[in-house]
Structure formats: structure tokens, C-alpha cells
DNA sequence: CGACCGGTTGACTTTAATCAATTTGCGTGG
DNA sequence: CCACGCAAATTGATTAAAGTCAACCGGTCG
């Protein structure tokens, strides 16, 4: 990998792998080029912070590669994950005075990270991003109304099952290949226990009675602590209702 | 018919209560003569349905008065809502192809109903009113992400704690008398029962269980079904954590 | 090798759901 | 105006689900 200055003077966005996902989708070459100007490429390793609860919103990203966690605490110290970003999505909040979540990366991830000052102004004389950065927010709030059906209405086992469901599409391999609905997939959970708890607003405990019940079941397989392979995804969907 | 001739005619926008709150606010008075020709009022009586979920999303509309309720279906009938819309807020979805939650009055309501064709094209000729809308619903997500918190990781009483301060501030009469934090304060709930349940997660059973509690506690009084008063907001919001 | 961390398993407790009566409040019609 | 019927809400008894507390695996790393 190049250094961050060449990462500059070049124009990364052109060969930027979300380039025709994310946000900037839309805009035109010289466009991209003046984006390009004010955003910049980092690098986060696994368990890395970037966005801070509570903090000033001074940065807003967009994710690369890798997958992001979005979270808020209870005052008695209890974590609920409030989201995860995957690539092409979108971190922080523009047009606002304070994240309203901590960010963190639970793989190795790259993000291209703007100023937020920046970001807005170049957000203010571009509606094709701008347009851009609504649907995107507008896709994220109909996904996390759907959450909140998740953690209000489901139990232990509907839960777990949609979120295999869920993350397998996500963590899918960038080939897209069409495979039938009964082969076995196997894909590598990008949280540990804990986390997957947290999302679920459930305890580590009854996520782990639920991996092996589902095993026992024959539903899934646990290849390794963070792998899973989906064996029957049919009686998964029923299961996730 | 003929009385919506008439409000289209005249332009309803600049008397409307919500001109200065809802997206259309930082539009100019030409624009918002153009928003007026596409745009009508309609009245709602309580429990009338103006959107339903997975249709095609034909209408978009800003709440102007009442209290409506977003919503969606477990596939075992269950209900969970998703969200209360107050004045100014935005319902529907638009850039979308189908309606992603059902929406019923809760009380006599009006709303300003706009076809989402119209709407979107207006949108995107208008990056003001699209600024609007995005930064709406950034705060919407913001929202969504807060009771998604409560619905994860709340127990029984910090779940109705949470709705009675919410909605005091929410229903709070727009004279917006800053009275003292210790004064009991009264107010009509919008919602009934079941659905106060059906937007915290529960069931009925607990959260009736949860008001009389509360009551016996000298935390509310329940004037009638309908009406709450808060008579000590400080002990509540310590139960909301 | 032993300590440690993440995960699993078991025993028990707590919370809220469920099932089943009542009770309350309210509108309707005699 | 009162009696009736109905829906909403409350209350009680019981059950089921998930949380809690604690012990124990099993890789991994120093």
C-alpha cells in the first residue's frame, strides 16, 4: 500500500471499491475530484475506535472495507449495538452538533473520512450527494425500524436466526454467485459472543444455548468459534418468522 | 371535492401551523406556492388508516396535527410499532417503491397528503426542501436508534418511565410554559393500552401492572384511563435511566 | 506448562408472558 | 335516567423464557 500522501495527490476515489456504491455514487468526474480533496483514507485495526458517543461531531465517514459497530450504553453499563455499517455505508452524523453513537471496528476496516465542516459544505453545493446521502439514510432507518420489530417482538431463537440470515447476505461474498437455497454457506461471524448479545439485547448466555441448540438441531454448523455454516436455510427463515 | 379545489386554489401553506417546522420551512414563498399546488390537506378521524404497509408507496404526507402511528406485523399477528409521528413530522417514503410500516391516526388528525411522483420531483428540483427532509430524517434515525436502546436493554418499568416522560414533552401544550421540573404536569395520552404495549414491547398485562405500580408509589396519578400526571418527574426519570 | 480469554454448560432466580376472571367506564336504547 | 352490553383495563394465579451466578472447557500465547 501507498502512503497517505500519494493516497492525497492522486485521486483514490476513481478506483475507490465502493465508487459506484456509496454515496458519491452519483456525482461526476470533477466532482469526485474536489471530494477527493477533502476526504481521506485510514485504516483501523479490529477493536479500534473512531467516533466517540456524546464527542462533537467533527468527522463523518464512509466505510470501504470491514465491518463498523454502532453502539450506546446504558447508565448501568449494559451495551446495546444500535447497528453495524458494512462497506459502501455511511458513519456520523452531518448536519449535527454530537455523535449520537460510538463507532468501532470489529475487523481491520478502511474508512475514507471527512471532516464533518467539509464534509457539509461540499454536501450543501452538491444535491447529487446530497440526494444520495438521503436514500442512504432513508434505507438505514426503514433497516433499523426493522430492528426494533427484532428487539421488540421476538425471542431468543427469532433472533438469533434472523441475524444468521441477516449476516450471511451481508458478509456475502462480493461474487454474488446465485447458489441454491440448500447449500450449506459458510461465512465468518464479525462479532464475538458478546457482541452478537448485544445486538440481540440478549445475554451471552442464551446466545450460546441458542448456537448449540441450533447445532443439536442440525440447522447449523460451528466449524470454529467464529464461523458458522448455515446447513438449512429454510428452516432457519421459519425459525426468524 | 370541490373543497379541496378551494384549498388548492389559495394557498393554505403560508397560514399552515407547521410553516415553520416542517421541511418545508426554509422554503421561499414561490416555492412554497408550487409545494401548495401538488400538496392537500386531509383531515383523518382517529384510527383511520392512511398508509399501509408493503404497498406501493404512492403518498407521502407531513403530520400537521394529531398524533399518528407507524407500525408493522410479526407474521403471528403481533404488533409492533414503530414510531409515533407529531406535528411537522414526515410520514411515507420517498425515493422508495413500497411503503415500509402501516399508518393510522391515533387521534382526529390532519395531515398534508402529497403523490409521491409529485413530491420526489419536486425534491429533487428543490435541494433546500431535499436538506430539509435529510436532516429530518437523520433525526428520525437518531430517534429510531434511542428506542431501539429502550427496547434492547430496558426492563418493565424503565420501558413506561421512558414512554410517560417522552410523551409529556412530546404533548406538551405549544405555549411551552417552562414550568418548574417538580410541578405535576397532566396530559391525555394518545394512545390506549395495548398499544402504549405494542410500542414498548410488552403486553398489556404488564404494562397496566407497571401504571399501578407507579401509582401506588406516588410517581403518577391516573385522573382517568386516558390521562396521566406526573407528580414527580425526578423519581421517573431516575427509573428511565 | 500454566494462565488466560472466550465460550459453554448447569442450577437456580427473576421477569414478564400467558391464561383466566373480574371490574370499570361508557355509549345505547328502553 | 337507568339498565344493559360491550370493550378496555385491572388483577390474580401460574408458566415459560431469559437472566444471573458459578463452574468448567479448550484453544492460545507467553
Known amino acids: ?10 485521486n483514490f476515489c476513481q478506483a475507490c471499491a465502493i465508487r459506484n456504491r456509496a454515496i458519491c455514487a452519483d456525482l461526476a468526474n470533477d ?18 475506535q473512531i467516533l466517540w458517543e456524546g464527542d462533537d461531531a467533527v468527522l463523518v465517514a464512509n466505510v470501504i472495507e470491514g ?18 455499517a458494512y462497506p459502501s455505508d455511511f458513519l456520523g452524523r452531518p448536519f449535527g452538533q454530537t455523535t449520537p453513537y460510538g463507532v468501532e471496528a470489529l475487523t481491520d476496516a478502511h474508512v475514507c473520512v471527512f ?47 434472523s441475524f444468521l440470515l441477516e449476516t450471511a447476505d451481508r458478509m456475502a461474498p462480493a461474487d454474488c454467485s446465485f447458489l441454491g437455497d440448500d447449500v450449506p ?25 441458542q448456537f448449540t441448540r441450533m447445532k443439536k438441531e442440525g440447522l447449523i454448523d460451528l466449524p470454529s468459534r467464529r464461523e458458522v455454516t448455515l446447513l438449512d436455510r429454510g428452516a432457519l427463515e421459519d425459525r426468524a418468522v
Chains 1, 2 share one sequence.
Open 115 to 161: 471532516q464533518r465542516s467539509d464534509f457539509d459544505r461540499f454536501a450543501r453545493e452538491h444535491p447529487r450527494l446530497e440526494h444520495k446521502l438521503l436514500e442512504r439514510t432513508l434505507m438505514e432507518l426503514d433497516r433499523t425500524r426493522r430492528w426494533m420489530l427484532l428487539l421488540g417482538r421476538m425471542n431468543a431463537e427469532q433472533k438469533l436466526a
Open 67 to 84: 465491518v463498523m459497530k454502532l453502539s450506546t450504553q446504558t447508565s448501568d453499563g449494559k451495551e446495546q449495538i444500535l447497528g453495524l
Open 185 to 209: 454457506i459458510t461465512f465468518t461471524l464479525p462479532l464475538a459472543r458478546q457482541q452478537i448479545a448485544d445486538v440481540l439485547g440478549l445475554t451471552i448466555e442464551t446466545v450460546s444455548r
Open 1 to 10: 500500500m501507498d502512503a497517505t500522501l500519494s493516497e492525497r495527490s492522486s
Open 31 to 48: 466532482e469526485i475530484d474536489l471530494l477527493n480533496a477533502i476526504g481521506r483514507r485510514r485504516k483501523l485495526e479490529a477493536g479500534e
